[in-house]
């Protein structure tokens, strides 16, 4: 539970993965596909930053007017930083607003917005070539962390956690784990290691997660457990991809981006009144019955989220701003216009 976080990691395979598969046979307009990105993330990330308001973390309190011109410029880059999802880019932000959770949606959307350029480059490749280059992104992915424990410093953690620019190999490695398959590589020959890998890995994690620092110290070992996973469950079948496809399993699929955008909302009130609220409710001291009465309340916010908010609002944005919108085919010219497969993304 401790080393959670590295899950970030396969948050940032699996998002390059799934776009490769949404997108490779196909020609879509590099237009259709911001529009269709941005309808997805940016009325949930909005709305939570909304919500989030009260933990600023920014105190318009001054003593003087050189300290009221201070703390108005402080609000206004952090906020027109957060409006651009830009955040991830300025790790000192990591312990203001709802940064500390939503600088992962900042590093999507640099994934994002290079995917289009990206994505045509790799499908060139050999299936040779893409090996070695699966290789030499891992070795970039494992550096920050391997560099940090082999010469410590005082360098914010968040700097080699978030910056985009350290998850980006991540990314770029999902994307050729999928052309890999495309280009002929059976993997599901293998799903019948996938339980002892799961007992190595959690093995691995249980003991030596709290030697490597920074969570992607472990990337060494993390990134080839994904990537073998994502390969294995691709169009397996196993006992693994039977409960993954589970009804119950799918739906939790849906709303796990309201999920991961509303924690912040629940756990930010929580830090700052949990000694009243035990003191109500003292069965709420129990850290177990406390996570899992957590848990219920993010499903409900997250369920409300995804059917009242975010899948209206990006069926809205992709309607608005189709291209055969008369003003908008002003601006498009080329490209193919297919219609969007329905894929979960998260």
């Not at 590099?30 to 308001?53: C, D, E, G, M």
């Not at 609000?75 to 607003?97: D, E, H, K, M």
Request: glycine share 6%; with cysteine.
């Amino acid at each position: 539970m401790g080393q959670g976080a590295i899950g970030m990691s396969l948050f940032f395979i699996l998002s390059g993965f799934i776009l490769a598969y949404q997108y490779t046979d196909r020609s879509v307009l590099k237009y259709t596909f911001y529009v269709s990105r941005f309808a997805r993330i940016y009325p949930i990330y909005i709305v939570a930053a909304l919500a989030a308001l009260p933990w600023l973390g920014i105190e318009m309190e001054f003593s003087s007017l050189y300290e009221f011109i201070r703390q108005f410029i402080r609000l206004a880059f952090l906020i027109v930083v957060n409006i651009f999802i830009t955040q991830a880019w300025f790790p000192q932000f990591f312990s203001y607003w709802n940064d500390g959770g939503s600088w992962s949606i900042s590093v999507e959307a640099f994934c994002y917005a290079v995917f289009p350029f990206i994505l045509p480059r790799l499908k060139e490749i050999s299936k040779k070539y893409l090996i070695w280059t699966v290789l030499i992104l891992y070795a970039f992915a494992i550096l920050p962390g391997l560099s940090i424990k082999l010469f410590p410093t005082t360098v914010p953690a968040p700097v080699f956690y978030a910056i985009p620019i350290f998850r980006f190999p991540e990314f770029l490695i999902g994307i050729a784990c999928y052309l890999l398959i495309t280009a002929g590589v059976d993997f599901t020959k293998y799903k019948k290691y996938q339980f002892w890998f799961i007992a190595a890995f959690v093995c691995y994690i249980g003991v030596f997660g709290s030697k490597m620092l920074l969570y992607i110290g472990h990337n060494w070992i993390a990134l080839p457990f994904f990537s073998f996973m994502i390969l294995t469950l691709f169009n397996g079948r196993s006992i693994l991809n039977y409960v993954l496809s589970a009804p119950i399993s799918v739906w939790f699929g849906k709303i796990s981006y309201c999920f991961y955008s509303f924690q912040a909302v629940l756990i930010l009130p929580l830090i700052d009144n949990y000694e009243k609220i035990v003191m109500n409710f003292s069965f709420l001291s129990n850290n177990i019955v406390l996570t899992f009465v957590v848990f219920v309340f993010l499903t409900v916010f997250s369920a409300v989220g995804y059917y009242f908010i975010e899948k209206p609002a990006r069926e809205w944005i992709r309607a608005s701003c189709s291209p055969e919108k008369p003003i908008l085919m002003q601006i498009i010219r080329g490209g193919s216009q297919n219609s969007d497969r329905e894929v979960v993304i998260h």
